[in-house]
Nanobody
């Protein structure tokens, strides 16, 4: 069982930046691939980014490529999502998740955080 706690969300103007953090409870964090997903009001949860356990493999959803960067520190049991050049359409609840492989489908992830709200004003 891995407990995940997100933080760092908030209100930001379009063009601004935020850095989301995800803290894990277990040392086994280093064995999991990690992902970020988001869910906007009235929409389904969607993939944002994923990173392998050794950080050598990352993948991003097309809408965030070149603007968002996923990273992790296994020794600190931390995952981050650096979000730059934010747009109003990035507004959503952002979730971190742990799974066996760096996949883009939410069903491939076993453990989820409670989410953190990101609101981008125009």
């Amino acid at each position: 069982q891995v407990e995940l706690v997100e933080s760092g969300g908030g209100l930001v103007q379009a063009g601004g930046s935020l850095r989301l953090s995800c803290a894990a409870s277990e040392r086994t964090f280093s064995t999991y691939a990690m992902g970020w997903f988001r869910q906007a009001p009235g929409k389904e949860r969607e993939f944002v980014a994923t990173i392998s356990w050794h950080s050598r493999s990352t993948d991003y959803a097309d809408p965030v490529k070149g603007r968002f960067t996923i990273s992790r520190d296994n020794a600190k049991k931390m995952l981050w999502l650096q979000m730059d050049s934010l747009k109003p359409e990035d507004t959503a609840i952002y979730y971190c998740a742990a799974g066996l492989s760096p996949r883009v489908t939410s069903t491939d992830y076993n453990y989820w955080g409670q989410g953190t709200q990101v609101t981008v004003s125009s």
